[in-house]
């Protein structure tokens, strides 16, 4: 047992309890828009540095740019090495051992370009656009932005305007305008940016492993991917991981002739078509035993799930289809499962090239969303023993004369994760509640910050918090329609300010 605490702990304590009691700082929009200001000729030199990772002095200009912005504005810096393509570390110095750490995380690296693609000289040379009374975009003097009053509604357009080069800048811009402010932090803070996360990130593990303490944290915030379509702030608890699988069918050694060998030897593309069907009913939901059970949604995830303003008959006119697949009872609990895709099928050939023959084999290639709790292995464990209770004898490639000759019924099926893991954090985490009250200190409770449980894609958050193994939240601050990846990547200037003030709402506020 230990002793009572000491007068001098006890205090400790109680201004611990005080600072819990703080609410975050908040930024004025006039504020922002003043800081957003003065930081857009430094965001246009980001956005003329070509940043794909396919060429290491590429990443090193941006990191060393980077690191020149984050020096100035008072943080102590590190590259962290990365065969050629250093990621960069950032912290801001007089850590306080009684405020909780968090780790900032973004990307500095950006996808490929194809310039003739894009509707301005260069995707590497930033344009201002606003949009015409006839919808269409149209360049305006980027100089207006630099002074004058700022359109919300105008757009940045360059690679990386968006994904992720707007929120390094937005968190640049939030730390000055702190500083103007005198105001005081509420967290410790440190930042990371990934130089590799459009390729997945291969080597983040391996990085992260090697600088443990030095990014050593309370918990992640991972400033990257769109908001919702609404632009209400937004959290997100987790990510969907993918992993891919091949099955195929085996029936006579070659293809026969359809007259003389119909009806007598077996056709693999239609034995294919029934295992197929034996895996997923004609709602869409996965019928191999087991797929869905450790899948555990409370009332409380459902109700957030639920109050998501996602427009689903807008949803199913924009796909032109009728009714959805039954899994979930909105298109955010749908995201919550697995599922089993078929994402292509082939046996023979069709059209020009279509003979009467019954094919000797059939392949369909099936990707697997993966969840936190329903990993590849656990998935496709389920799928193999399925197709055994279905009668197939499963071998690892083409069937041996012994083989065919043993067995009636003859497939392959292997599996792989492809493109990273499952992640998720509880919606009522440590780390949940304290960016939750934050955006609301920062926009007010109505509308309601929306809350995404796990979002539907793949993203590499996996390999981020396992190396580090911290709780984390996404806290996406791009607009929905900034054609992230593709030509044309746009930044909305609104969307700049708000970025902004989210941030200074999260490093101001204490958890
Ligand atoms: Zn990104």
Known sequence: ???????????????????????????????????????????????????????????????????????????????????????????????????????????????????EQWAQKSPWIPVLKRRTAQGEWE????????????????????????????????????????????????????????????????????????????????????????????????????????????????GAKVALHSGHYGNYSPNPAQRLATLLASMKDDRGRVTVPGYYDRVKLGEAERRIMAAVPDDEAAMRKRLGIAKPDAVGANYQEAMQYPSLNVRGMASAAVGDK???????????????????????????GLIEAHLRKQGYHLVPGAPTDDDRARYEKLASFSYQGEGGNAAGTPIDSAVGQWAYEAMVEAFGAKPEPVRIRMMGGTVPTAEIVEALR???????????????????ENMRMGNYLDGIRTIYSLVTRPF
């Open 1 to 115: 047992m230990k002793t009572l605490p000491s007068l001098a702990l006890g205090a400790a304590f109680l201004a611990g309890l005080a600072a819990n009691a703080a609410s975050a700082a908040e930024l004025s929009a006039a504020s922002a828009a003043r800081h957003a200001q003065a930081s857009y000729r430094e965001y246009f030199d980001l956005l003329t540095l070509p940043n794909d990772a396919i060429v290491p002095a590429d990443v090193r200009r941006n990191v060393e740019f980077l690191e020149a912005s984050f020096r100035k504005r008072g943080f102590a810096t590190q590259q962290l090495a990365n065969d050629g393509k250093p990621m960069l570390f950032a912290e801001l110095p007089g850590a306080d051992p009684q405020r909780k750490t968090v780790l900032f995380y973004m990307h500095l690296d950006g996808q490929p370009v194809i310039p």
């Open 139 to 250: 360049e305006i003097d980027s100089a207006r932005l630099f002074d004058g009053p700022v359109d919300p509604e105008w757009r940045v357009f360059g690679r990386s305007s968006a994904d992720d080069k707007a929120p390094i800048m937005m968190f640049l811009s939030a730390i000055d305008a702190l500083r103007a402010d005198g105001a005081a932090l509420g967290v410790n803070v440190k930042v990371v940016l990934d130089s590799e996360e459009e390729k997945g990130s291969p080597s983040i593990g391996k990085v992260m492993a090697a600088h443990r303490d030095l990014l050593r944290s309370d918990a992640i915030v991972i400033h990257d991917g769109p908001m919702h379509a609404t632009n209400r702030p937004t959290l997100i608890f987790g990510n969907r991981g993918a992993a891919k699988a091949a099955l195929t069918v085996y």
């Open 354 to 380: 279509v003979a009467n023959i019954v094919p000797n084999a059939a392949v369909a290639e099936l990707d697997l969303r993966t969840t936190p709790d329903s990993d590849a292995r656990y998935l496709g």
């Open 470 to 488: 911290v709780p984390f939240a996404i806290v996406p601050l791009v607009n929905a329609d900034n054609n992230q990846h593709a030509s044309n």
